[in-house]
T-cell receptor, first 115, second 117 residues
Framework: GENVEQHPSTLSVQEGDSAVIKCTYSDSASNYFPWYKQELGKGPQLIIDIRSNVGEKKDQRIAVTLNKTAKHFSLHITETQPEDSAVYFCAARAGEKTNAGKSTFGDGTTLTVKP | GAVVSQHPSWVICKSGTSVKIECRSLDFQATTMFWYRQFPKQSLMLMATSNEGSKATYEQGVEKDKFLINHASLTLSTLTVTSAHPEDSSFYIC?????????????FGPGTRLTVL
């Protein structure tokens, strides 16, 4: 089955700096890679995603890059703000015919943005 | 993004009782929903996949008789924790799959905190 590894487990940055979280996956059949932000006591919220036919996607201060050959993808947050502090999860998913649409999640990264 | 609700948001119950958690997709139909369990400072652990009109598919190690799942309509799935014990205390999160052109997006509910005394 799919295995997703996420690094680092914790990340602390100064407000205004950039933050980068990296994930690797093992299943070459995976073709969809979402990122979720989870605040304390709440459910995960989809913040950005990327499909395997795209190398990079950007949405304001958030960007995701994908290297299919190396099987890794990264989340980039620029000009970080204290409200960006949360746990971030990456995930990988193959087509529904492969695994019924189930996503495999990384272990999460706790991001702390210091004001 | 799409909206998924869960009810209740938290529940405290006595050991031996059963607790039902509801998951609703508010603005789209979801033939597939997922139930997760999350321990403090850990990732999401998939418990089962709920399919509308059919039996749920449970992950290895998850007791189907203890965690009853019913997906009776395209917008509602329920998880019932039967004969709850303190070790069942956890944060339970559902998600619903919104089917789209080319890709299906997964949206999560806000979670339910279960505490079994």
């Amino acid at each position: 089955g799919e295995n997703v590894e996420q690094h680092p487990s914790t990340l602390s940055v100064q407000e205004g700096d950039s933050a980068v979280i990296k994930c690797t996956y093992s299943d070459s059949a995976s073709n969809y890679f979402p990122w979720y932000k989870q605040e304390l006591g709440k459910g995960p919220q989809l913040i950005i995603d990327i499909r395997s036919n795209v190398g990079e996607k950007k949405d304001q201060r958030i960007a995701v890059t994908l290297n299919k050959t190396a099987k890794h993808f990264s989340l980039h947050i620029t000009e970080t703000q204290p409200e960006d502090s949360a746990v971030y999860f990456c995930a990988a998913r193959a087509g529904e015919k492969t695994n019924a649409g189930k996503s495999t999640f990384g272990d999460g990264t706790t991001l702390t943005v210091k004001p | 993004g799409a909206v998924v609700s869960q009810h209740p948001s938290w529940v405290i119950c006595k050991s031996g009782t059963s607790v039902k958690i509801e998951c609703r997709s508010l603005d789209f139909q979801a033939t597939t929903m997922f139930w997760y369990r999350q321990f403090p400072k850990q990732s999401l652990m998939l418990m089962a996949t709920s399919n509308e009109g059919s039996k749920a598919t449970y992950e290895q190690g998850v007791e189907k008789d203890k965690f009853l799942i019913n997906h009776a309509s395209l917008t509602l799935s329920t998880l019932t924790v039967t004969s709850a014990h303190p070790e069942d205390s956890s944060f339970y999160i559902c998600s619903a799959l919104r089917r789209g052109l080319g890709i299906n997006e997964q949206f999560f509910g806000p979670g339910t905190r279960l505490t079994v005394l």
